[in-house]
């Protein structure tokens, strides 16, 4: 059996291994493939792995042998999964594996935007600090999370994990959620409509999937909705967001910050707005990148695998 992994450097650049999937068969790994070179690299292949490449209606036409597409990742949009499922191609994702990482980047973002950490730093380093009168200084506003009121759009298990954080730094939450379940137990948490998050909130971050129905939800309406001194947390998907009317919204005052992890084009273009953007932090899409995040992810990817090959398919979206 052949297995062909067609874009494995960002889950393994080297300090994992793919000896899970070798118990299986023959496998050929591809740290890239370019979209003109999928066919010819999987065209043999029963089994193939993509993470961001994508495999569409034409390039499953042209695999005749393929049984199995593991998605090296939650979102399997890459996938058109409604065409393998007609062609009997059982597509699987790998959920959950980096809740803990995103929650924690999320707070990253939130804490940066709220001590500027680095930025203070640098100063530091450039001699600031030395030059002052003043045992201390700060170049940026401090501003305390404990009392505040955290929105969470999208409140599944990265949401959760966002709101257990939120609440061991004191901050109330406000939660919205399609389908919501009993929350009394949690005392400093609340549903709420978006609009209401939206202008209640301190921090508003979003944690949903990309759907038509969620895709641009934040934009210059909804912003317009929001606190001035309010900040924005995207460490979802980068189409969540209009980032021309983010931008705006930062160089016009209408929001006091944006961290963001995800962009609607990756690797982004030299000119995308919020480059020239006031107040805003942009990481390339490593919130799910830990080292612990990425072994759960290899481990769960070697049993889907096994589960498939042994008549039990786990993890299938199509």
């Known amino acids: 059996m052949k297995i062909v992994v067609l874009d494995g450097y960002a889950l393994n650049p080297g300090d994992l291994s793919w000896d899970g999937l070798k118990q299986f ?19 043999n292949a029963e089994i193939i792995y993509t993470n961001k490449t994508v495999i ?31 062609k009997n191609v059982i597509v699987t994702n790998v959920p959950g594996y980096s809740t803990a990482s995103v929650a ?21 380093m450039s001699g600031k600090w030395s030059k002052s009168p003043d045992y201390c200084f700060w170049d940026y506003p401090l501003i305390e999370l404990a009392g505040k009121t955290i929105g969470i759009i999208g409140y599944g298990n990265i949401g959760a994990k966002v709101g257990e954080i939120a609440t061991a ?9 399609r389908v919501r379940s009993d929350m009394s137990h949690l005392k400093n948490f609340r549903w709420a409509e978006i609009t209401e998050l939206l202008a209640q909130s301190d921090v508003v971050t979003v944690h949903c999937p ?58 982004p273009h030299d000119d995308n707005p919020l480059f020239n953007a006031k107040n805003c932090i942009i990481t390339p899409h490593i919130a799910w ?20 090959l042994s008549g039990n398919p786990v993890n299938v979206v199509n």
Not at 31 to 38: A, F, G, L, V
Not at 107 to 116: D, G, N, S, V, Y
Not at 169 to 177: D, R, V
């Open 169 to 177: 730094f004191g901050m109330n939450i406000l939660g919205s959620k």
């Open 25 to 43: 068969g023959e496998v050929v790994v591809y740290d890239r493939t370019p979209k003109e070179m999928i066919v010819e690299r999987a065209k």
């Open 210 to 267: 990309l759907t038509p129905n969620t895709k641009g939800i934040i934009n210059k309406e909804t912003i317009r909705l929001m606190k001035r001194s309010a900040f924005f947390i995207n460490a979802c998907r980068g189409p969540i967001m209009v980032e021309e009317d983010v931008a705006d919204a930062l160089n016009n005052n209408l929001i006091a910050g944006v961290g963001v992890d995800v962009l609607s084009q990756e690797p």
């Open 289 to 308: 990148a830990t080292i612990e995040a990425r072994l759960r992810l290899m481990g769960i990817t070697v049993s889907n695998l096994g589960a498939f």
């Open 56 to 86: 569409d209606e034409m390039v499953l036409n042209e695999l005749p042998k393929l049984k199995y597409i593991g998605v090296l990742a939650t979102g399997y949009n890459i996938v058109d999964t409604e065409t393998a499922r007609k």
């Open 104 to 124: 924690q980047m999320t707070f990253a973002l939130i804490l940066e935007l709220t001590q500027h950490v680095q930025r203070h730093s640098d100063a530091v």
